[in-house]
Nanobody, 116 residues
């Protein structure tokens, strides 16, 4: 059974930082591309950052220079370091694991709220 468990969300002031973690089980983690998505109320889920199985990152334009995605294959964990947070970063953040053309796996989501 595949499980993706996110942690690290919370309430932070504008300009602050958070680090999200996603621990995976039930998949051969090292071969899976991983990604973080987010969904704000009333909006569609959007890709925030992705990392290939070779650790090549890609970012949405809205987070470039502020967010960093990384992975630790030994710990089967993917991270999202979020700096210089803005109110518009407020959303539920979801971890995703998907091989091209195959079933997508999702975590349950973790809430990030950026507010003073």
């Amino acid at each position: 059974q595949v499980q993706l468990v996110e942690s690290g969300g919370g309430l932070v002031q504008p300009g602050g930082s958070l680090r999200l973690s996603c621990a995976a089980s039930g998949i051969l983690f090292s071969i899976y591309p991983m990604a973080w998505y987010r969904q704000a109320p009333g909006q569609q889920r959007e890709l925030v950052a992705a990392i290939s199985n070779g650790s090549t990152p890609n970012y949405a334009n809205s987070v470039k220079g502020r967010f960093t995605i990384s992975r630790d294959n030994a710990k089967k964990t993917v991270y999202l370091q979020m700096n210089s947070l803005k109110p518009e970063d407020t959303a539920v953040y979801y971890c995703n694991a998907q091989m091209p053309g195959r079933t997508a796996y999702w975590g349950q989501g973790t809430q990030v709220t950026v507010s003073s």
